[in-house]
């Protein structure tokens, strides 16, 4: 018994702290989502999770002021006076706050204090960004303001013509290779092997200016051959360690069996190797995918920063640079660069585990 509950209360701690780093992933993530739907206004003025039940503001009644109120001088609303800038922020005047809901058009609004849900959503958000046309945002104070989309459209299957590509290569690579040193031998196998170990710990920057210099000389510069190369240089060490230790604990009577049967390498590689590995190869490709769709160093040294080859990375870096103030903007892009790693992860996920957990116990 005693041992009974001792096991529950470590599960139950286990638990708790697994919810607890979930609920941490899951707020922020929640907030983007709602954003990202959320009018330019609303934004600004209130934070997403407005969109909860609570305590706030409500409009009672709206007042029309003649439209040559002059907003430089003291405003008279019922009877007392205010300045623009209290009525911009909003003043309380007998439990009731007065503040413009248009001011171009001398609207205000006469609030009371009760329950309410800011509930406007709208997906202008995704078609400005994904879209270069001019668009109009409504702001807090009622004016309307004219931007222009980012035109995401185009980075978003360049980021897609540079994953897919520059994850498949490395893994069918690094399986065949993980086989070789597996359940191969030659000359020079160890020590290979060694090699490849010790490149995991040197970092990918070191090499980024030789590799430069030689894809200037071989015009492979700015092409998308040049940057799936790259990529696939710089995952095959991972990868082929991590197929390593997943095919070297596969039973050794599978390859004796078919061996004496006369299957060739090749054969015992495509027919035995390629489909027990399953688990294993949708786990690394699951961890390549995402490198490559995050990255923006490799990606702005090999391919460069031109509209036509920029990817989303590099993308969503110059809109914070240009238009870091635009959240509907930002949270839209965010978003939609979050889409295509969960969509694949979905995908994958009921064999994540079994791979992460392939060769960890031998037996």
């Not at 709602?34 to 009018?39: A, H, W």
């Not at 030689?214 to 040049?226: E, P, S, V």
């Not at 190369?229 to 991972?238: E, R, T, V």
Request: glycine share 8%; charged share 15%; aromatic share 14%.
């Amino acid at each position: 018994m005693p041992g009974k509950k001792k096991r529950r209360g470590s599960k139950w701690i286990v638990n708790s702290v697994l919810g607890f780093i979930c609920l941490i992933w899951l707020i922020p993530t929640l907030g983007l989502f709602i954003s990202s739907f959320r009018p330019a206004a609303d934004i600004l003025s209130e934070g997403w999770w407005h969109v909860f039940p609570h305590r706030t503001w409500t409009t009672a009644e709206q007042i029309t002021l003649p439209e040559d109120t002059d907003l430089r001088a003291p405003i008279e609303v019922n009877g007392r006076t205010f300045t623009d800038t209290e009525l911009r922020s909003g003043i309380v005047v007998d439990g009731q706050r007065l503040i413009w809901e248009n001011r171009r058009e001398r609207l205000l609004n006469v609030q009371e204090r009760g329950w309410g849900a800011s509930l406007n959503f709208t997906t202008q958000n995704y078609e400005a960004v994904l879209g270069g046309k001019e668009y109009e945002i409504v702001m807090p104070g009622g004016g309307v303001e004219t931007q222009r989309g980012t035109g995401m459209t185009q980075s978003f299957w360049n980021t897609v013509a540079v994953a897919f590509p520059a994850t498949v290569i490395p893994v069918f690579i690094a399986s065949f290779a993980a086989y070789a040193f597996a359940w191969m031998r030659f000359p020079g196998r160890r020590i290979m092997f060694v090699v490849i170990i010790a490149l995991l710990v040197v970092p990918l920057q070191v090499a980024l200016i030789p590799v430069l210099r030689d894809y200037t000389n071989l015009g492979l510069n700015g092409t998308y051959l040049g940057i799936w190369l790259a990529h696939a240089a710089f995952g095959l060490p991972l990868v082929t360690y991590f197929m390593y230790n997943f095919i070297s604990q596969l039973p050794k009577d599978l390859f004796e069996s078919a061996f004496m049967d006369g299957a060739s390498n090749f054969t015992m590689f495509s027919r035995l190797v390629l489909p027990l590995s399953v688990p294993a190869l949708a786990s690394i490709s699951i961890f390549q995918f995402l490198w490559v769709w995050n990255d923006y160093l490799v990606s702005l040294i090999f391919l460069g920063n031109q509209p036509e080859v920029q990817v989303m990375s590099m993308k969503i870096a110059s809109l914070v640079g240009s238009r870091g103030n635009d959240w509907h903007l930002l949270t839209a892009a965010a978003f939609i660069s979050m889409l295509m790693p969960l969509a694949v992860f979905f995908t994958l996920q009921r064999f994540f585990v079994r791979g992460l957990m392939g060769g960890a116990v031998k037996g």
